[in-house]
Each structure stands twice: as C-alpha cells, then as structure tokens.
C-alpha cells in the first residue's frame, strides 16, 4: 500500500537547521510530484514547497523562499525539506504529499495532493 513516512523533526532554536526526509513506498514515485506542507492547531494546512517528477521545478511559499529547499532522490525514493534560518513561526507539523497532478503543483494547495504521511513535528524556540 502506498506509504510516506516523515523523518528529521525535532526542536531547534531560532536560527538553527533541520533537514526533513520523507521515504515513500507502494507507488511509482517517480511520476508523482511532491510537496511539503506543514499546520498548526487551530490553522489550516498550508503549502510550504513542491518540486517536479525531475526535480527541476520548485516552488515555495513566500514565508520560506531563500530559507528552505525541497529536493529529491528518485533512486532512493526519498523526497527532503532543508530548512535553514528557522524562526519560531515554521513551528509546526509538516506533512510530505505526492500527487500525478503536478499542473497544480504551482498553487501549494493541500486539495491537489492525494497521498500524505503522517507528519513530522517541528519546533523552533526563540
């Protein structure tokens, strides 16, 4: 069955680094683009980042553009979030996402993406 699994959370302090992994199985990962996305309690989920079947297309929310850079390894199966100058308002869960509908990859929105995994946890202290 499909699978995404979600790794490298954990709490940092302002400033600071975190690189979040997300292994998928149960599908043909490389023809589905993928995204991060991340929520708070009491917020909707919102976008973070998508890239491309190749991973030569990527987009990013305007709150984290120079900071964080979605890559992946289609060998490996494996989609990444690099997350670099973290401030305490990135403190969420962050969920990965794959999708075949990668003409819609460009809006961020959670409504486009079909698979999700379960959701790593983030938190930046100031």
């Known amino acids: 069955q499909v699978q995404l699994v979600e790794s490298g959370g954990g709490s940092v302090q302002a400033g600071g680094s975190l690189r979040l992994s997300c292994r998928a199985s149960g599908f043909r990962y490389s023809d589905y683009c993928m995204g991060w996305f991340r929520q708070t309690p009491g917020k909707e989920r919102e976008g973070v980042a998508t890239?491309?079947?190749?991973?030569?297309?990527?987009y990013y929310a305007d709150s984290v553009k120079g900071r964080f850079t979605i890559s992946r390894d289609n060998a490996m199966n494996t989609l990444y979030l690099q997350m670099n100058s973290l401030k305490p308002e990135d403190t969420a869960m962050y969920y990965c996402?794959?999708?075949?509908?990668?003409?819609?990859?460009?809006?961020?929105?959670?409504?486009?993406?079909?698979?999700w995994g379960l959701g790593t946890q983030v938190t930046v202290s100031s």
């Open positions: 890239i491309s079947t190749g991973g030569s297309s990527t």
């Open positions: 996402a794959a999708t075949v509908w990668c003409a819609a990859t460009a809006g961020l929105r959670p409504a486009d993406f079909e698979y």
